[in-house]
């Protein structure tokens, strides 16, 4: 079934629209939006500790489409920001010359974000003395190979 619908007028209807993806006033605000609430905040911010831990066997194939980091600690608002906090730490496709399947960010595909891959355990809450931000452990940034050779 269709989403498209008539206007009234007898203009072919190709189901396409004139506008652009983050050029509408509201696709800026929500950007702006995104941007400010992914920042670190100035500590006044309440945080909560979290290890993020793998959980999958090493021959776990999901662990062919996303590198194992390790356990890593991270200061995060939520379990699932701290899912987010720590993916944001790998290289995004945008950075090398690669693209996504499915997306327009690698970020979706981290390891990270995999519920069978790592598991996310709270450690320590409602600290205001930390930023947003991984504590302990190295996220490598290796994760996406470039098509590009360096010379």
Known sequence: MSNVSRTGSDDINNATSRTRFGRSVESKAQMQDAAVLSAAADGDEMLNIYRLEPIAAPEDPRWGNAPNQGTVVVAARTAGDARIVAAGKELDFMEVDAAPAEDVTTSNASAFRDDKLYTVIEI??????????????????????PTQIDR
């Open 124 to 145: 320590a809450r409602g600290r205001t003395d930390l930023k947003r931000g991984i504590l302990e452990g190295e996220v490598s940034v290796d994760t996406i190979l």
